[in-house]
C-alpha cells in the first residue's frame, strides 16, 4: 500500500484517538486535529505527537478559519490529501423537547457543518488529483432516530444525507465517499454527552418514567454480552483505505450489538434507490 497523507478529526479520544494509531503505524502519514491542544487537550496532544507518522493540530471545527488554517498546512508540507477521516462529532442524550433552538443549532455545527467545513476543502485537492477517500463516521442513530436521542439522531441524518448524495456526485470524479456506522461502544463519548438546556418540559413526561433507566441497563447487558471493542472502527477505517479505488461500499455497519437491523434497513434502501435513481435517468452513477 503506497504512502498516504490522511487527516483525521477528533483523536483526542475514542475512536479518533485509536485510527490514528492504526492508521500510523501502516506508515501512512497521519495529521490528526483535536481542539485546545495547550490546554484540556494538551497531555493527549503531547502523546499522540510522539507516535511516528503523526502530526498534531489545533483545530476548531466550527470555526472556518480553524479549518482552513489546517488545511494550508498540510497541503503545503505535503502538496496532497489523499483520505480525509470525519470522526469527530458530538452526542446529546434527552427527551427531544428539552432541546432549544441552540441545542440543535450546535449539534449540526459539530456534526454537519465541521464535516462540510473540511469536505469542502479536501474536494478541490481530491479533483486535481483525480483521487481521494472522504470516510464520515455518522452513526447506526443516523438510520434510525431512537428516543432520547432525537437531537443527536437528527444531526447524524442530516450527515447521511449529504454523504449519500456526494458519494454518488464523486464517484466518476476519481473520488470515494464512504459512510462508516457505528453502533453503540464503550469510549469517552459517552462522558462528554450533552442535555437540552429547557429542563422546564420535563415533567410533562411523568408517563414516561422508568424508561431511560430501562434503557441504560439494557445498553449495559448488550454491552457485557457482546463487548463491543472500539478498536472495531480503527480497523474498519483501515480496510476502507486500503481497498481498490470504486470497489469501496456506500456504508460500512460497525456494530456487534444490534447492527442487523441496521444492515437490513441499509440493504432494503439500496434496492429501492437503485430503483428511483433508474427513473432520473442516473442509471450510469451507480455503476
Given at each position: 500500500m503506497s504512502k498516504k497523507v490522511v487527516l483525521i478529526t477528533g483523536t483526542n479520544s475514542g475512536f479518533g484517538w485509536l485510527t490514528a494509531h492504526s492508521v500510523a503505524a501502516l506508515g501512512h502519514q497521519v495529521y490528526a486535529t483535536m481542539r485546545d491542544t495547550t490546554g484540556k487537550n494538551a497531555e493527549k496532544a503531547n502523546e499522540l505527537s510522539q507516535v511516528e507518522n503523526v502530526k498534531v493540530l489545533d483545530v476548531e471545527l466550527t470555526n472556518d478559519e480553524s479549518v482552513k488554517k489546517a488545511f494550508d498546512s498540510i497541503i503545503e508540507a505535503e502538496g496532497r490529501i489523499d483520505v480525509l477521516v470525519n470522526n469527530a462529532g458530538a452526542s446529546m442524550f434527552g427527551l427531544g423537547e428539552t432541546a432549544t433552538a441552540a441545542d440543535i443549532q450546535r449539534m449540526l455545527d459539530i456534526n454537519v457543518l465541521g464535516p462540510w467545513r473540511t469536505t469542502k476543502l479536501a474536494l478541490p485537492v481530491m479533483r486535481e488529483q483525480s483521487e481521494g477517500l472522504i470516510i464520515n463516521v455518522t452513526s447506526g442513530f443516523g438510520r434510525v432516530s431512537f428516543p432520547y436521542f432525537t437531537a443527536y439522531c437528527a444531526s447524524k441524518y442530516a450527515l447521511e444525507g449529504l454523504?449519500?448524495?456526494?458519494?454518488?456526485?464523486?464517484?466518476?470524479?476519481?473520488?470515494?465517499?464512504?459512510?462508516?456506522?457505528?453502533?453503540?461502544?464503550?469510549?469517552?463519548?459517552?462522558?462528554?454527552?450533552?442535555?437540552?438546556?429547557?429542563?422546564?418540559?420535563?415533567?410533562?413526561?411523568?408517563?414516561?418514567?422508568?424508561?431511560?433507566?430501562?434503557?441504560?441497563?439494557?445498553?449495559?447487558?448488550l454491552f457485557e454480552i457482546h463487548k463491543p471493542d472500539p478498536q472495531m472502527i480503527a480497523d474498519a477505517v483501515v480496510e476502507l483505505i486500503g481497498q481498490p479505488k470504486g470497489a469501496r461500499p456506500l456504508r460500512t455497519v460497525i456494530d456487534p450489538t444490534t447492527g442487523e437491523y441496521i444492515k437490513t434497513i441499509n440493504a432494503v434502501q439500496q434496492v429501492e434507490l437503485k430503483k428511483a435513481m433508474e427513473a432520473y435517468g442516473l442509471k450510469e452513477l451507480l455503476a
Open positions: 454523504s449519500e448524495g456526494l458519494h454518488y456526485e464523486l464517484r466518476p470524479l476519481g473520488i470515494d465517499l464512504a459512510i462508516l456506522e457505528p453502533g453503540g461502544f464503550p469510549t469517552e463519548m459517552g462522558t462528554k454527552v450533552q442535555f437540552g438546556a429547557d429542563a422546564s418540559v420535563a415533567g410533562g413526561y411523568k408517563v414516561l418514567d422508568g424508561l431511560q433507566d430501562r434503557m441504560f441497563a439494557a445498553i449495559g447487558q
